[in-house]
């Protein structure tokens, strides 16, 4: 039997927020949805529910003052992960999402499927980017904002044998290890310890941290030797 969750939906369009509750209730039979529609009393549902498995927060409704709300509810709340779901497909934005403690960013443009694999993944207790547009963007952009989105200097790449590469192209996707350990044909056991390799090499506390930096890499290059 599948587990059952508890998870808050904070939005403030009535029609998104049945639509994301019905993929929940598809997806996750049995879960417990929470609904609300402004920060002040998501704060306050979050304080009277400690065992919510995950908060889905609108960016826009009120109260939120765009990542400020974030924050806030991160602040409440550390230890329950809050998903950003947001109409907002720029890059810079889910960037920012993610460095203020958001453990996943899901737009709203999502396919169905989507969004059930990209819920599953976190509550994995992974972390979920959308890959379309963590990649947008990179034809057009100058070389001086490419050094800046991509921190890991060639000489730290080459520090990475091969194997190690090729997990961290997967987690840069987006991939759970459980998904790496299957389409690399290697214990879920060693794909861990290969990312806490990678951490360690690439000088970053936590997988979020080398996802977003390796997101424009051309692992391609690197792959060659």
Known sequence: MEPAYKILIADDHPLFREAISSVISSGFSGSEIIETADLDSALEITRENDDLDLILLDLNMPGMHGL????????????????????????QVVLQAITYGACGFITKSSPRAQMTEAIQQILNGNVYLPSDIIRTGKESTSRRSRNEDN???PELLNSLTRRQLLVLERMSKGESNKQIAYNLNIAETTVKAHVSAILRKLGVHNRVQAILSASDVDFSQYLKR
């Open 151 to 153: 921190p890991i200097s």
């Open 68 to 91: 400020n709300g974030l924050i806030s509810l991160r602040n409440e709340a550390p230890t329950i992960p809050v998903v950003i779901v947001s109409a907002e497909e720029d890059k």
